[in-house]
């Protein structure tokens, strides 16, 4: 049971050790994790980071072996993002300190931990014993259910001996005989027990024969009023007050009333009484033989043997059901065949059971498999010998689709072969009615198979394509195409009518061939068109575009853009119609027609241009007839753009979706908007384009490529060239850091914006920046931000409040100047419209020199640079892209070599 249920049976203490076991694995994965990435760093690092790696991992390790005795609960209750700070002092033994690991570090660990606990919860709900919950106060119905399952799954009834003889799987055959066969009659006592039980309020008959324990009931009245309840005793008599004790054992439940009677009026005079069952007493009953559940049975004195087989679960497979025997001491055996009761309800040789019975069952007699196109496919019981007529009776007889030119019968011949015989019972022999082979006697063991018609359809023809009704006609001597094929209404509609075919089979093989026909010819009543049709002809109509047609094709502003088929003398006109007609945009002064001319030689192709306007008219220079291959293109109003509209958002009078004109510009909108409000701050406006976005991401796109490519090729030649395994383990790690870094820049989101410098509208109006707008276009103008932001490698980044005309060094200096990581030499400023000054452009060292954006001179260097609101100080961090540490190394390598190999050679 503990298999079937899924249970274990650990202690407390071995789940607390595996999940101390599973807290120690998820570090050593984070461990390992944050080592990879150390010696992928240390590589670039001074010796004396190094040995601050090697006290951090060592430091690792410690932790590590102080979390072995850590609780479930506290190792994964907690969110390691809360524990920072002076909370780590607070924690308790166990927790994970999480302070010294990275984002990445943190997010895999958090990874981890959520994984196992999934895995954990999964293991439990399919492990845990069906008594044991998976949480306090929730109870495990998994268990239980498998348990449940397992326990139907041993119920289920394995297939007899005889079932197994006769089930053998055999070939498929033309219409494939099943003999998955049951026995016939045993499934029935397979119903619970209650369901045939009889009970004890039912009336009772004049026939029932009273015995010991049987209660009644007896009411006087007249001159006489009373009520006496009698019950037979182990002696067989009853006991009336005033009458004595009266011997009523074997006595018939209808001759009691008048023996009563008698006796009573011994006593009384002038009164009427009435006998009533009270009590119906037991009997114990033996069933034995091949039994389900052989045994001995308490049960209704009312019980026959129907009864008790129903209590007994049934004769088993290996009993019979043709051959029950009643024992009954002092009499002589009665039988009892169940296939009377089964197939047609008989109870006649149903008995009632007395006290001590037994009913027999001895083991099952031959048998006879009855398979395929029979009504009640089963293994048969024979009572004695029968022929293959009685059989097939017993299966409810052959089905409409059994083919009786051809019955098998399979035996086993003196039990040495197997042979077949075949028996066509189709044929009348002598006696009216019957066949020779229906009178064969069958043996035990013979198995009757009845194939079932053929599935070859005869007298026929079919009918398919592009009709109303396809599928089969009746075929008759005589009958033609014209008959199937009377007129267009059984046709789709454009059918193909200059081409239909019929494939016929030829005997004796019945090979196929086609006879084309023309559609159009046949039902405009040509006669040589109305074919002859043989058995098993099959029509096909095609529609219009399939097979050999004719068409024309309308693209454009028609409202079906399609290929059409081309009828007879079809013009301009008539293709729009078929086409829906036109669009309210479509251009009415020219349209194309490209006529492609198809020869021997090749295709040649001709422009004709018509005016639409005079087509539709009907002028016949323009509505000209159409030819096979035609292409007519109908053209919209040049200059039309709809749905085009763009978005301002921000400090304007009235913000919203506008839609715009074609060459609408950016200082058109803003007169739309109602101008600037008095907190608009221009410098900051943010402008974007979906254009400049598809734009950006394929240049980006472009971008990664190209150093991914660059990347590979270099770091294919730096390990190919490195000294030794560590070096090239180094450039490996290098590799896939860089790897990640084109992962992160691919995933950077685009925003499609332009750099614009808005102005007051008159000085605006006609600048470089007053740009014709797109579709999708978005304005925003902002707030005074009334900040400076800066951040990077800066001892505080953070955004300070603006002061007018303050510097770049001064917002530096505000928060605590750059670090010793920072790479002063690539310092920038994002201004708030989006453009960038960077100290790489020249102004570094510089005293006086010319703003060309805001045409002004300026005095000093970058540094000196005036911010304005919303600008933004970028402060990098700097790359040591120097090995020093690694060449340095090899350097040394190669002069000592260098300096042995030089002893060596002077030695000599």
Partial sequence: MDLLSGGTHGSPRDGDRLRSCTARRLYRRAADASFREARGVSWRMTACGAIVMALALLGGRAWAQSTTSTSPSSSTSRDPRTTTGNQSSRQPPGAIDTTNLSPEQLRQLQDAIRRQKQRTTTKRATRAE?????????????????????????????????????????????????????????????????????????????????????????????RVDAQYPLVVDRDGQVILPEVGALKVWGMKFGDLDGFLQHELSRKYTDFKMSVSMDRLRTIRVFVVGEASAPGTYTISSLSTIINALFAAGGPSKNGSLRKIRLLRNGSAPAEMDLYSFLQGGDKAR????????????????????????????????????????????????????????????????????????????????????????????????????????????????????????????????????????????????????????????????????????????????????NIELAQYDTIRVYKWDERISEKVTISGMVFDPCDYRLIPDMKVRDLIDTAGGLQKNAYLRTAEITRRHINQDGMTTEKIEINLEKALAGDPDNNIPLRDYDYLVIRPIPDLQFDMTVEIEGEVRFPGMYPIQKRETLSSLLERAGGYNDQAYLPGVVFTRESAKELQRRRLDDLVQQIEESMLSSAQQSISGALDAQAAQAEQAALTTKKELLAKLRAAEVTGRVVVHLTTLEEFKGSKYDIELENGDKLVIPKMPGVVYVIGEVFNPTSLLYERGETVNYYLNRVGGMTKDADKKQVSVIKADGSVISMAQGRRGRLLYWDKEYHQWSMGGFMNYRMEAGDTIVVPRKIDKTQWLRNTKDITQILFQIAVSAGVVLAL
């Fill in 130 to 222: 069906p008594n044991e919950p998976n949480e306090p106060n929730e109870p495990n119905d998994v268990g239980r259910l498998r348990a449940k399952k397992g326990k139907e799954k041993e119920k289920e009834e394995k297939p007899s001996r005889i079932e197994l003889l006769l089930s053998k799987p055999t070939l498929a055959e033309v219409n494939e005989v099943s003999r998955d066969l049951k026995q016939f009659g045993y499934e029935v006592f397979k119903k619970p027990i209650t369901t045939f039980a009889p009970v004890t309020n039912v009336p009772v008959g004049p026939d029932y024969v009273v015995g010991p324990g049987d209660g009644f009931s007896l009411t006087l009245w007249g």
């Fill in 350 to 529: 149903d008995a009632r059971l007395q006290d001590g019975d037994t009913i027999f069952i001895p083991l099952i007699g031959p048998v006879v498999g009855v398979a395929g196109n029979v009504k009640r496919p089963a293994i048969y019981e024979m009572a004695g010998p029968m022929t293959l007529r009685q059989v097939l009776d017993l299966a409810g007889g052959v089905t409409f689709s059994g083919w009786l030119q051809r019955v098998q019968v399979e035996r086993v011949s003196n039990h040495t072969r197997r042979i077949a015989v075949d028996f066509d019972i189709s044929r009348e022999g002598p006696p009216a009615g019957s066949s020779p082979g229906q009178d064969t006697v069958l043996q035990d063991g013979d198995m009757v198979k009845v194939f079932g018609v053929t599935t070859w359809d005869e007298k026929i023809v079919s009918l398919e394509g592009h009709v109303y009704r396809p599928g089969k006609y009746e075929w008759k001597p005589g009958m033609r195409l014209k008959d199937v094929l009377t007129c267009y209404e059984v046709l789709l509609p454009q059918p193909n009518t200059e081409y239909g075919e019929i494939v016929r089979l030829h005997p004796p093989d019945l090979h196929p061939t086609t006879i084309p026909f023309h559609l159009g010819r046949l039902l405009a009543g040509e006669a040589a068109q």
